[in-house]
């Protein structure tokens, strides 16, 4: 591999000087080029005249948004790469045989980018074409001659970096401009990956839409960014099917959907909806309390969902009295008994709960026609439908199916320790069942203090009664902290389509946390999904994953530890400190380099670590909030820490954070998830003991 060649970053791209056998200069024109290019795509979409195509004002208020959406797309962003590397072909791509191909050059970037005559001048990098450029090596160069890395300051191509693949004679190599660019320092929001993608992680990427991935991902493996860029690489091999159906990120917290939410549209993407667990069943109740961790265990566990069925079917009761429907002058008789046939028919066909009423008055009146046909008469679809409207099968319907309302039966169960005895009989046990009832009665649902997890019970009674709406696909990150029935909750939005599932069991941090992803994935409803691990740590320093690591034993027995491949080891050092001051001291230790820095500490500790950065004269920011130049430093209570990266890292007190967590495993797991937030150096401070864990 050729080091990497550079060029001041002061040096215009167009500049007169350009020499044809200037590498770099020629890359830099085409790169000119291809903005031009891409303008020239924008204004065109622009300058659209749409008035005299479109039938009617719904059809074009439909076909202006999605202009609207293709001008977003074809913005470009100064200080983001248009292309990041280049592919010569030793021969035409697709050519059956070498004998008259010649090799094809492509540059690869984040979207399409064609000439005014349509050629190419940039390939997206979700293109089949721009596989080799993550999965080409040495030892399987994939038909391709050269493959070409740019480096970039700001947005200025100013170096560039040559494997030639096929050419025996070279060495592999470990790429500079790849180092650098996984090191490079972070202010604000997440970064898309989409250059430094690696061919382990470019497999989960780029599998098929038909079938569920659950990623298992240490500190840094990229395990967040490969769901995200997964969802771009399916929208674009799958785009028709996906904007029929719709795709979903779940994360753990707003913060976090804050921190990644500019990755999709940077690879112009701009439909894709992101949610909290808590927001997709939010519509069912407004959540204004709280469980304790023994309720919220019980209240999480699958063991609720059969619980929930027997309570929702309960309503339902055999006839007693046979319908008779009046119709002119002759009356039409359905004995008890066949109505009892229909009843159990529905019951037995395991349909919704609500399906099933809407079904029950057709079937009573496909019965009253029989009855007509056998007597000579000829009714149709029409006479039918009158039946089933008659105020008799109304009447029997209502007695025998009534409506349930799944948030009045959530309350009811919660409330009334006889219905809750009769439906958890054999499924809860005493004890589970006091634990789950509320103290003290409620008057109304609106009244009720719902807790978290009792709008989850609450979707998965909706769901008996009517059918959730399917996606296309979800994903769904941090995955390991959801219980069972939010599992079940995500599962009914993807019914009919697929998931990427993505988390580390060692960073689980609730008491409910997930045990195995077997498990998991069978609670989700995709029993059958593909387990995909990712050992390789891009963005944690070998010395901060290696002292992290040391927790794994203790919180889960088994998992293979991230082997960090960068070359720089980071900074990292363990601080005795006596007071607060030491902890700001710290802080201002790290703001003095690049990048952005996170004062990590145990919940009960920021009020106070917040009063000492005032004094000092030190202004930070809340997590979610976008860093800037200017103020660097984000105040971050551990419970807010999963998912989150800084440049710097300043943990305080890790004894303060495993005590503030209601267990010790649990704890334990918060501190590893707080000590894996660095990517370039780690300080920790501590006046208390450290965990004995940790050595």
């Known amino acids: 591999m050729s080091s990497p060649s550079t060029t001041p970053s002061t040096t215009p791209s167009t500049t007169p000087s350009t020499r044809v056998d200037d590498p770099l200069a020629r890359e830099r024109s085409h790169l000119a080029e291809s903005r031009a290019a891409l303008r020239a795509m924008r204004e065109d979409a622009e300058s659209l005249d749409i008035s005299d195509v479109t039938a009617n004002w719904v059809n074009a208020q439909i076909l202006e948004r999605q202009i609207g959406e293709r001008i977003k797309a074809l913005a470009d962003l100064s200080h983001t790469p248009l292309f990041f590397g280049r592919l010569d072909y030793l021969h035409a791509p697709g050519a059956e045989t070498a004998e008259g191909a010649e090799g094809e050059r492509f540059y690869i970037g984040r979207r399409h980018v064609h000439d005014h005559d349509g050629d190419p001048m940039v390939i997206d990098w979700r293109a089949p074409v721009s596989q080799p450029f993550y999965r080409a090596s040495k030892k399987n160069p994939m038909d391709i001659a050269l493959r070409r890395r740019f480096g970039y300051t700001g947005g200025d191509l100013t170096a560039y970096e040559d494997e030639h693949l096929s050419d025996p004679a070279e060495a592999a190599a470990t790429s500079k401009l790849l180092q650098q660019e996984i090191e490079r320092p972070r202010v604000g929001p997440m970064r898309d990956i989409v250059a430094t993608i690696q061919p382990e992680q470019d497999e989960i990427v780029r599998a098929g839409l038909g079938g569920t991935v659950c990623v ?6 990229g395990k967040t960014a490969v769901g995200l860029h997964r969802v771009a690489y399916l929208l674009y091999a799958h785009r028709d099917r996906l904007a029929r159906t719709g795709t979903l990120v ?7 959907l804050h921190y990644i939410e500019q990755v999709l549209p940077a690879l112009g993407e701009l439909a894709v909806q992101q949610a909290t667990v808590d927001d997709l069943v939010s519509g069912n109740a407004e959540v204004r309390g709280t469980d304790d961790a023994a309720a919220a265990v019980i209240k999480g566990d699958a063991r609720m969902a059969e619980v929930l069925r027997r309570a929702v079917y309960s309503h339902v009761t055999m006839p007693t009295e046979p319908v008779v429907v ?17 009843v159990r028919e529905l019951l037995d066909r395991n349909i919704r709960y609500g399906a099933a009423r809407e079904a029950l008055p057709q079937r009573i009146a496909h019965a009253v026609l029989v009855q007509m046909e056998r007597s000579g008469e000829a009714p149709d679809d029409r006479v039918q439908d009158a039946v089933a409207r008659n105020a008799a099968v109304k009447a029997a319907v209502k007695q025998v199916w009534p409506p349930v309302d799944p948030a009045k039966l959530v309350l009811r169960l919660l409330t009334d320790a006889d219905f809750l005895a009769v439906h958890a009989d054999g499924i809860l046990t005493e004890d589970e069942q006091k634990k789950i009832l509320w103290p003290k009665p409620v008057r109304s649902v609106k009244s009720a203090k719902w807790a978290p997890a009792d709008a989850v019970l609450i979707d998965e009674a909706n769901d008996l009664v009517q059918r959730t709406h399917s996606l296309g696909h979800v994903v769904l990150d941090e995955a390991q902290d959801l219980s069972p029935m939010q599992y079940r909750a995500v599962g009914r939005r993807c019914t009919t389509g697929s998931a990427t599932v993505l988390g580390d069991l060692a960073q689980g941090t609730t008491p409910w946390a997930t045990r195995s992803w077997d498990e998991a994935l069978a609670h989700l409803g995709k029993p059958d999904g593909v387990i995909e691990e990712l050992t390789a740590g891009f963005r944690v320093p070998t010395d901060v994953i290696t002292y992290a690591s040391r927790l794994l ?18 900074f990292f050092d363990v601080r005795p400190v006596s007071d607060t001051t030491q902890v700001v001291a710290a802080c201002e230790e790290l703001l003095r380099n690049e990048g952005s820095t996170g004062l990590i500490a145990a919940d009960a500790r920021v009020p106070a670590l917040a009063e000492a950065l005032t004094a000092a004269g030190i202004g930070y920011l809340a997590p979610g909030e976008e860093t ?20 710097y890292v300043v943990l305080d007190e890790p004894q303060a954070v495993v005590d503030g967590e209601p267990d010790e495993r649990t704890g334990l797991r918060r501190l590893y998830v707080a000590l894996t937030r660095a990517v370039s150096g780690l300080i920790v401070t501590h006046a208390a003991a450290l965990p004995r864990e940790l050595g």
């Open 326 to 342: 009046v119709r002119g002058s002759r009356r039409w008789r359905v004995p008890a008994y066949e109505l009892e046939v229909i």
């Open 628 to 647: 800037t130049r200017e103020t660097r430093l984000t105040l971050v209570p551990a419970s807010l820490a999963k998912g989150l990266e800084y440049d």
């Open 250 to 256: 779940i994360g753990p917290n707003r913060s976090f």
């Open 216 to 221: 298992q991902g240490g500190p840094g493996t």
């Open 553 to 570: 034993p203790h919180i889960a027995p088994g998992l293979t530890p991230v082997a960090s491949v960068r070359e720089n080891p980071g």
